[in-house]
């Protein structure tokens, strides 16, 4: 149970980003948030998921702060995910086991297949031993995307942060990946930053972060019949 109580954040000292969150995720939900560019999305989601220190305020998980938590405990608990690719130098299955150190291969073939990547992985020249990364065998990035969604099945953290801000990925990519987000997604807490809106309109409750508030936060109908904030940036995408 993630609770964000009146987080602040400063990047430079007197000039905050963030002025005061209060969020409290329930167990399960999806929440998206969204909210003009610049506002301190991407900045409240490193604070969500325990990346920076809040600057004031706490986010804890079942009552401990995530700062007091060793790194390792941290990652089981919540991770960030960003559409950055990652590929470390070793094989393949050592790029996995950076999420579990004691995973044997059937774990790693598992976490593979969870996000489809298996029947690339083994066809890979000498499957899950191949070298990868930087003078290896090189990854496309669909496929450097399913190894970093592969590492958080081995973490299994039961909340996952969301943050679509780096999309490097070409779209068409994209869309095969999301069968394979939706795996790893499925029976988490999930908190989307969503950078385009069509995140929004399927999760539980969206909250509308603008200069560094939240200014809503509701179901997306409610939002839309409210007719603020939301409302306009529905529209407006809409008619793009
Ligand atoms: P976008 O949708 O454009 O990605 P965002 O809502 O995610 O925006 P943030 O990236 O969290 O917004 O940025 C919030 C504010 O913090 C902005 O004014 C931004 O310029 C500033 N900021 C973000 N990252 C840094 C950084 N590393 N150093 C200094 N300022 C930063």
């Known amino acids: ?27 399960g939900e999806r929440l998206a948030i969204v909210g003009p560019s610049g506002a301190g999305k991407s900045t409240f989601g490193r604070m969500l998921a325990g990346v920076h220190p809040p600057t004031g305020g706490a986010v804890s998980v079942g009552g401990v702060r995530l700062i007091d938590l060793p790194l390792a405990d941290l990652r089981g608990h919540v991770a960030l995910v960003t559409q950055e ?18 995973a044997d291969d059937a ?33 496309t990035p669909a496929q450097a995307q399913q190894v970093a969604l592969a590492r958080l099945v081995l973490l299994d953290p039961h909340t996952l942060v969301l943050d679509e801000a780096t999309s490097l990925i070409d779209p068409r990519q994209a869309r095969d990946l999301e069968a394979s987000l939706a795996g790893v997604l ?37 939002l839309v019949a409210r007719g603020g904030e939301y409302a306009k940036l529905w529209h407006s995408w809409q008619s793009e």
């Open 1 to 27: 149970h993630i609770v964000a109580s009146e987080v602040t954040y400063a990047y430079r000292e007197g000039v905050p980003v963030l002025h005061g969150i209060d969020l409290d995720l329930a167990i």
């Open 85 to 102: 690719h990652h590929v470390f130098v070793g094989t393949l299955a050592d790029n996995l086991r950076l999420a579990k150190a004691s």
């Open 107 to 139: 774990e790693i073939s598992d976490a593979l297949g969870a996000v489809d990547a298996l029947g690339w992985a083994r066809a890979l020249p000498q499957g899950l031993e191949t070298e990868v990364g930087s003078g290896g065998h090189e990854l």
């Open 186 to 222: 499925e029976g988490r807490t999930v908190v989307a930053i969503a950078h385009r809106l069509y995140t929004a309109h399927d999760a539980d409750r969206v909250a509308v972060i603008d200069a560094g508030r939240i200014s809503e936060i509701g179901p997306h109908h409610d």
